[in-house]
């Protein structure tokens, strides 16, 4: 590379700096995972969550808000894997001093999304058929077609927090009586046997 190329270089590198740092600050401020296991991570406007559901419950994301976060939003994308031993029904996303600009992919392992409803402060979304390994919110693993959510605080000043919850949907009671009557069934013939 001769002089010239490298004094371009470092040029053209010096002017594009500033456009490439935003201008969030947002922080993990804590974590209520119950049963869960949930790591979260604040990368510029992006949150990146990983979330293994252990039970049907639910995980809290709280992030402390900076001046700089204030009349932005912030992308949210998350990796929720099911270890629950029963297939996830769906999902309930909850956000507390903010709205959602924009409800993203979601994207299930195996099953398909049949249902996402909800308004600015709550989404529900349900699978059909039942999920059991896991989805994607957002898009984690940029995989073409795929957008991140959008959380938009409202109402906030800097030092307020937003809230994220996540919760596994119980399946209908119904549903639950439906599989222990089954497995009973199955019980009763092997004990015949």
Do not use: C
């Amino acid at each position: 590379m001769s002089k010239l190329s490298r004094i371009l270089a470092a040029t053209l590198l010096a002017a594009l700096a500033p456009l490439a740092t935003t201008s969030h600050a947002a922080m993990v401020y804590a974590i209520d995972a119950g049963a869960q296991r949930l790591n979260a991570e604040v990368i510029g406007d992006l949150v990146a969550v990983d979330l293994r559901l252990n039970t049907l419950g639910s995980a809290t994301l709280e992030l402390q808000l900076d001046a700089a976060d204030i009349g932005q939003t912030l992308r949210l994308n998350a990796v929720i894997t099911n270890a629950t031993g029963t297939d996830l029904q769906g999902l309930s996303v909850a956000l507390r001093q903010g709205v959602f600009a924009l409800v993203g992919s979601v994207r299930p392992s195996f099953g398909s999304v049949a249902d996402i409803t909800g308004d600015d402060f709550q989404q529900q979304i349900t699978l059909q058929p039942g999920e059991p390994f896991g989805l994607d919110l957002g898009a984690p693993f940029a995989v073409p077609g795929t957008v991140d959510w959008l959380l938009a605080p409202s109402g906030a000043r800097a030092g307020d927090r937003l809230t994220l919850v996540l919760s596994a949907v119980v399946p209908e009671p119904g549903t639950l009586l439906n599989v222990f009557a089954a497995l009973a069934a199955m019980g009763l013939l092997r004990r015949r046997r």
